[in-house]
């Protein structure tokens, strides 16, 4: 038996003698190294009621790994100080626990941290307590935040490694969460293909017959068996899980718990944000041939956002208005539907964005802008502002029209009743809008990227585009819109060309040159041309009763020399400039009132 420090290690076997009892620390063959086992005792602070307790541990093959278990009982020991009593009863509450459930000793670094900042030193917290704790902790989210957040905790991380104590998380317990999700992956995409294989032979099974009739039951039948429509998470998804996962972690660095964050050292898949794409003939063509958009993010050319706008005052749609602010404006669609009417400064012609209703499930919750860049001010041309007057109006005489059952919520755009805008019906109301203008479809989202585009067909600078949109940086706006108007980045290519033309171009222009010029035929039509407007010029002069000299001063004051800063036509529209961008201008469109 070896003593220190209040801790002693002994050697036991379980050999009995004749009468069968155990010879525990007195058989003879203990003194061979490999025969029994060694246990440690090492006496602890009193209890609270002043009784006495040790901490017990057997089962150790070799008097060293005794020795370091002893040790690391000391070094928790010493976390508190000597005169702080009411510390050493903590740690001592903590191996005594311990001591009674064989659980490991825990490392005395993690513990002096949990001892510091005033945790529990006994409970061992699961990845779902502490993911739900943290969650519960973030008071400044919004709305959609908590639920992104909440989703991403509920759906992948605690049904797959919400069993894990927060402490324990290893970077190959996420490699296997993701594993998980990329297995679910796969067999919800044949799930879905059997499904839809199944629905589709359902369709091409007639109606009319007895026999068929059997066949469409037992088709609907295997149908309903089947796991219904699901989707998959996209790489976008994972990226988002992770970082819940991280952010959630990072906080329980901070007060403790842990000293590792797994979260960071996973590799994923890159993510790459799809791009905008322009509704060109070629992917209108291929569109119709497939039904397959080619991104799930298209934007309109302003011809084709033009002719929305005007199938809208055509048919006098009485939300003209908005689609307007947010074809020419890029609002949100939470935020056009919260704006309010003392949002609009008139005498200004701007918009204070400052709120936004968002859809939580069915229901809707107004909270402000989704980041602190989305609190912003819009400000207006004239013709937007005379069509929000035009709005205004329109929503006097439907309050007039309802009387009593109006609803003043105070929104610049409203149901007829009066009644705020449900953000989930204004996007179906725009699809079923879409199909009946026969465009090509965008999301109601992507009439903002329509606004981006034009503003950025226009030359406006990227760092204003990126205000009026409400990012929170420009870099976020050229990651989106890096390529939107395919004639604007053609005219670009050719400019670009044309500056350093090679040797090719160079060699090719003065052979034509050299050619015509030549051309003995050239020199006779223009030696001929020369003759003719000598003569009239004579035949003019004596007419007139004037010099020569004086017909041909006149003629040259009356030459017309193009300047190159007359508007022309583009895309269908007048353009006009402003300070060096390019203005696009529609023509007019008045929604009659």
């Keep these: 038996m070896t003593s220190t420090n209040s801790g002693t290690i002994t050697k036991r076997c379980g050999c009995r003698n004749a009468e069968g009892r155990q010879l525990n620390t007195t058989c003879p063959l203990l003194e061979d190294r490999y025969h029994g086992l060694y246990n ?8 609270a009621d002043s009784t006495r307790r040790r901490f017990r541990r057997s089962g150790f093959e070799t008097k060293t790994a005794a020795q370091n278990e002893l040790n690391r009982v000391r070094a928790l020991l ?23 459930s064989k659980d490991p000793l825990p490392e005395p670094g993690a513990t002096k941290r949990k001892f510091v900042t005033g945790q529990s030193l006994n409970e061992h917290m699961t990845v779902a307590e502490w993911l739900h704790a943290w969650l519960n902790g973030r008071k400044s989210l919004r709305t ?16 797959r490694i919400g069993h894990i104590r927060v402490d324990r998380l290893t970077v190959s317990h996420l490699d296997q969460l993701f594993a998980d999700i990329a297995e679910a992956n796969i067999e919800i995409t044949d799930a879905n293909l059997m499904r839809r294989t199944a629905v589709d032979e359902l369709k091409l099974i007639p109606r009319k017959g007895l026999e068929n009739r059997r066949r469409r039951k037992a088709m609907k039948e295997t149908i309903a068996a089947m796991p219904p429509f699901r989707r998959i998470t996209g790489v976008g998804t994972q990226h988002h899980i992770r970082a819940t996962l991280r952010a959630a972690l990072n906080v329980a660095i901070a007060r403790g718990l842990i000293i590792f964050n797994a979260a960071e050292h996973v590799e994923l898949e890159t993510y790459k944000r799809p791009k905008a794409l322009v509704w060109t003939e070629e992917r209108i063509a291929e569109w119709l041939r497939t039904g397959m958009r080619p991104s799930p993010s298209m934007v ?6 033009a002719h929305f706008l005007d199938f809208l005052a055509d048919t006098k749609e009485r939300l003209y208005g908005l689609f307007h602010l947010i074809t020419f404006r890029g609002l949100r669609r939470g935020e056009s539907c919260g704006l309010r009417r003392s949002d609009r400064n008139r005498t200004a012609k701007a918009l204070t964005v400052a709120t936004q209703l968002v859809q939580d499930g069915w229901e809707v919750v107004e909270n402000a802008p989704k980041t602190d860049s989305g609190e912003r001010v ?21 309050a007039l ?15 007829e009743d009066g009644s705020p805008i449900h953000p989930g019906w204004l996007t179906d109301y725009f699809e079923r809008l879409v199909e009946l203008s026969g465009l090509p479809p965008i999301r109601l989202h992507d009439l903002r990227h329509v606004a981006a585009s034009l503003m950025l067909a226009a030359g406006v600078d990227i760092k204003i585009v990126s205000k009026t949109l409400g990012h929170s940086e420009s870099r976020i706006t050229r990651d989106i819109y890096q390529s939107v108007m395919p004639r604007a980045a053609r005219e670009a290519a050719e400019a670009t060309a044309a500056m350093v033309p090679h040797a090719v171009q160079r060699a090719k222009a003065e052979a034509e040159l050299a050619e015509a010029t030549d051309d003995p035929r050239l020199d006779a039509v223009s030696q001929a041309a020369i003759d003719l407007l000598i003569a009239k010029v004579m035949e003019a002069a004596e007419r007139d009763g004037r010099t020569v000299e004086e017909l041909v001063q006149l003629a040259v004051s009356n030459l017309s020399v193009p300047s190159g800063d007359e508007p022309t036509e583009r895309n269908g529209h007048t353009p006009a400039t402003h300070e060096g961008a390019t203005i696009i201008e529609f023509r007019p469109r008045r929604v009659p009132a």
Excluded: C
């Design 300 to 305: 309109w050319t302003p011809e084709q956002a």
């Design 40 to 47: 440690v005792v090492q006496e602890l602070p009193p209890r």
């Design 378 to 398: 819009v400000d207006l041309d004239e013709y937007t502002d005379t069509i929000l007057n035009d709005q205004e109006e329109r929503q006097k005489i439907e």
């Design 78 to 100: 010493e976390i508190a100080d000597a005169d702080d009593l009411d510390g050493r009863i903590r740690i001592a509450d903590m191996l005594e626990t311990l001591s009674a």
């Design 144 to 159: 959609s935040g908590i639920k992104r957040y909440e989703t991403d905790i509920r759906v992948h991380l605690v049904p």
């Design 401 to 415: 029209a309802y009387g009593e059952a109006w609803v003043d919520s105070g929104r610049l755009f409203t149901m």
